[in-house]
């Protein structure tokens, strides 16, 4: 999701077992799926063929090691530059993922990167991206703000012909001509709305009652908890009981009480739960636990982004999040270094989108964050490192 606040597969296998996804080591689990289904829910799915759509889409995208599908063509490294991170903020996981995915990518190519946090705030932002400015350097990096909100700078940089590669800065990937970024690297929101609503259609069997978290200030936002509801409602036995307006910025006053009060007035009838961002969870388990919900009885909860450090430490340990859809930070800083080379070398934008992945206990690793494997040896083998 591009936002502030907060994307060849191995074969994986999914089985249904009461309200957990588990992954077998078996072929591609199909079957399986159907047959704990049938066990699990006593009545026919409304929708079958909807339900056996998402499951094969969530048997592809639980698949624990999930091979790079990235670029293997490029031009050698270019040398002597100086690039510049313009973070929203380091405080936000995922802006933080991405600048350890550049330092480290950085390293590996031979460049230098400078970060600077904007620490939130437009006026942060901006004096963030000034300072950017006055460095001139060879390349900046525009991590998880809307480009207009810094309109003048972008422009700025344009002028001086400093390629502007963005992460998360625009809802679409790939090149932008308004704003001008030689490419803006992220997942498809509509790629990460559908799977995190498969999900939900896939363990429920298509029988569930849903409540949708969004911010619906956030056009961006908005956008995603629409594609989100659009989806779910393919099956016509799931039924989105509330659509729940909470500012992102509100969240952590808000979403104890209004968890509190969904319990009460949905009771049994809220059986998921699917949110714009991981942070919604975050501020809804002391609600849960003190409405004497434990995490088989409480809905099953679904982010639908980033993947953050502490919403797959939830998932591991079972704690009132069942699932998320990451952005594979880390390797997403090594694309955004490779995007810049291919600027610096006069060719185009790679083109690549990043993989979709779902995250659950069965496939988070002890690591905090997901990436495919093999990104680094592929970007290191184009550059000639």
């Not at 066990?39 to 999930?66: E, I, L, M, Y």
């Not at 330092?103 to 460049?111: K, L, Q």
């Not at 207009?148 to 940089?157: E, G, I, L, N, Y």
């Not at 409405?291 to 809905?299: K, V």
Request: hydrophobic share 40%; charged share 15%.
């Amino acid at each position: 999701m591009a936002s502030p606040f907060r994307r060849p597969l191995a074969a994986g296998c999914a089985l249904l077992v009461g309200a957990s996804l588990v992954l077998a080591g078996c072929e591609r689990g199909s079957d399986a799926l159907r047959a704990s289904a049938q066990a699990t829910n006593t009545a026919a799915s409304a929708c079958p063929d909807v339900v056996a759509a998402a499951r094969a889409a969530v048997d592809k995208a639980t698949a624990k090691d999930q091979p790079w599908d990235g670029p293997s063509t490029g031009p050698k490294a270019t040398t002597g530059k100086t690039i510049v991170y313009v973070a929203q903020s380091m405080q936000n996981p995922g802006v933080a993922g991405v600048a350890a995915g550049l330092t480290d990518a950085s390293a590996a190519i031979g460049w230098t990167l400078k970060v600077i946090d904007g620490q939130g705030s437009p006026s942060g932002i901006q004096n963030a991206f000034n300072q950017a400015l006055t460095l001139n350097p060879d390349g900046i990096i525009l991590g998880g703000f809307d480009p207009k909100t810094t309109d003048s700078q972008v422009r700025q940089a344009n002028a001086a012909k400093i390629p502007l590669v963005g992460w998360q800065a625009l809802a679409t990937p790939g090149p932008s001509d308004e704003p001008k970024l030689f490419s803006n690297v992220t997942t498809k929101v509509e790629d990460v709305a559908k799977i995190s609503a498969q999900f939900v259609i896939a363990q429920s069997n298509g029988d569930a009652g849903v409540v949708i978290f969004t911010d619906s200030s956030i056009p961006f936002a908005e956008g995603k908890s629409q594609m989100i509801q659009k989806e779910l409602q393919t099956c016509s036995s799931v039924e989105v009981l509330k659509y729940a307006n909470i500012p992102i910025a509100d969240v952590a006053n808000r979403m104890p009480t209004e968890t509190s009060a969904l319990l009460s007035s949905l009771g049994d009838k809220w059986t998921y739960s699917v949110a714009i961002n991981d942070v919604y969870f975050e501020n809804a388990t002391a609600a849960f636990r003190q409405s004497g919900r434990t995490a088989a009885t409480a809905p099953v909860n679904v982010g639908a982004g980033d993947g953050d450090a502490a919403a797959l430490t939830r998932i591991r340990n079972g704690d009132f999040q069942s699932a998320t859809v990451p952005s594979p930070l880390r390797s997403e800083g090594w694309q955004i270094v490779d995007e810049l080379n291919r600027a610096f070398a006069g060719e185009k934008a790679s083109g690549y989108v990043p993989q979709i992945h779902v995250s659950t206990k069965e496939n988070a690793s002890d690591a905090n964050y997901w990436d495919p494997t093999g990104y680094q040896e592929a970007y290191k083998a184009i550059w000639g490192k």
